[in-house]
């Protein structure tokens, strides 16, 4: 059963750093670009990184551009976004999808297959 598990989540206080992870079974991370997105209350899904399956080329979204890097540990089978100078406009839910290939943003993979899961809670205030 292919799936992925979004963790790190937390409390962090605005400047903080978190590191998330998205750990897959049932498939190999590396044969497919790997995306995180995020979803505030009340507001749409933002793109906000990718990491290719073929190169390890990676997309940003301009909000995070600079602060956040995505890479991955195939070992491991586990993607992982490392956040920094976190703001409060970060808080959200993160969550992370497979597809074909990355995709410039808004859109960070073009095409996406299976579905979500719960994500993971970040929330940044003081």
């Known amino acids: 059963q292919v799936q992925l598990v979004e963790s790190g989540g937390d409390l962090v206080q605005p400047g903080g750093s978190l590191r998330l992870s998205c750990a897959a079974s049932?498939?190999?991370?590396?044969?497919?670009?790997i995306g995180w997105f995020r979803q505030a209350p009340g507001k749409e899904r933002e793109g906000v990184s990718c990491i290719s399956g073929s190169d390890d080329r990676t997309v940003y979204a301009d909000s995070v551009k600079g602060r956040f890097t995505i890479s991955r540990d195939n070992v491991k089978n586990t993607v992982y976004l490392q956040m920094k100078s976190l703001k409060p406009e970060d808080t959200a839910v993160y969550y992370c999808?497979?597809?074909?290939?990355?995709?410039?943003?808004?859109?960070?993979?073009?095409?996406?297959?299976?579905?979500r899961g719960q994500g993971t809670q970040v929330a940044v205030s003081s």
């Open positions: 999808r497979y597809g074909n290939r990355c995709s410039p943003p808004p859109r960070i993979i073009q095409l996406l297959y299976g579905s």
């Open positions: 049932g498939f190999t991370l590396d044969d497919y670009a």
